[in-house]
């Protein structure tokens, strides 16, 4: 019989907690280190509607991407949301364990499975890579098979994520012919000026705000009078790639998969089989206004 500590060990020896960011929240949130685990729910967000349907499930733990306190608390009273989850948790014997960062920059990683499910191939490296180790890092570049169009790899990547209200947003000339790619799953603000740096034809990300990814299209257009002033390592537009931003809980779906498999294969490799599941509970914030006209 599998336990929780089990499960830690092995999901640990893949995304050390060591390599989180040291503002950010992992591990174990709650849950009995002795009891044991037969089924594993792996979701994105601990929300109401994942627990609900870990408990249909009857799963005995939940392996979220996101922490539940970010930014810590004093209580788990109740009569907060985040507490009543927890309550309902402790209730049915179900642990919740979180791997953020350390699964960001982990190899492999969130961007991996990004990177695949918009279909690059070929040797994936970090965007940005980890200081310790240059095989992690945050971000992944990759190589489509063929150069097309940026209209049809936005359409390529539209159909490897899962649906969301918002979409695909482009900004770029549809026309322009790409190939080298750069990915980085969750909010990827931060990684512009590395993505223009890296000589890549696009950058794939989430959460884009209007101002940052205003001026880098504006520095695009004008290279010569760039903010960026880096000047791309590897033969890359000078004026720097197209962006596509998508929903921020698209991009790092695809990375459930992955470290349900690993986490699987790893301990039946020691004997110890759990079964795994990958919520499709759509946990991202928005919906569309047809859902709006729909429920009128």
């Not at 150069?147 to 990547?157: E, G, H, K, T």
């Not at 918002?166 to 000026?193: F, I, K, P, Y």
């Not at 599941?277 to 429920?295: G, K, L, M, N, P």
């Amino acid at each position: 019989m599998s336990t929780l500590a089990d499960i830690i060990t092995e999901i640990e020896s893949r995304y050390d907690p060591a390599w989180a960011e040291s503002w950010d929240a992992v591990g174990l949130v709650c849950g009995d280190p002795a009891q044991p685990v037969r089924r594993i729910l792996f979701a994105v967000d601990p929300v109401t509607a994942v627990a609900d349907e870990a408990l249909a499930w009857g799963a005995d733990l939940i392996v979220t991407h996101h922490p539940l306190y970010l930014r810590g608390t004093t209580s788990v009273a109740a009569t907060t949301f985040k507490g009543r989850l927890v309550h309902t948790l402790i209730k049915n014997d179900i642990a919740l364990y979180t791997a953020h960062t350390n699964a960001d920059v982990a190899d492999p990683g969130v961007s991996d499975a990004l990177a695949r499910a918009v279909g690059l191939t070929g040797p994936l490296v970090p965007l940005s890579p980890a200081a310790a180790d240059p095989r992690r890092g945050l971000g992944r570049v990759g190589s489509l098979p063929e150069p097309m169009p940026l209209r049809d790899f936005v359409r390529q990547a539209a159909r490897g994520l899962p649906r969301t209200a918002g979409g695909l947003r482009v900004a770029g000339d549809l026309d322009r012919e790409v190939r080298r790619v750069a990915v980085s799953g969750g909010a990827g603000d931060s990684l512009l000026g590395t993505a223009r740096a890296a000589g890549v034809d696009v950058f794939l990300t989430a959460d884009l705000r209007h101002h940052p990814a205003s001026e880098f299209a504006e520095a695009s257009r004008f290279p010569e009078t760039s903010r960026f002033p880096d000047a791309p390592r590897d033969g890359g537009d000078p004026g720097g790639p197209a962006l596509v931003d998508a929903a921020h809980w698209a991009t790092e779906w695809p990375w459930l998969a992955d470290a349900a498999r690993l986490l699987t294969s790893g301990l039946a490799a020691k004997g110890i089989n759990v079964e795994a599941r990958v919520s499709e509970t759509v946990t991202d914030a928005w919906i569309t206004t047809a859902e709006c006209e729909e429920s009128s």
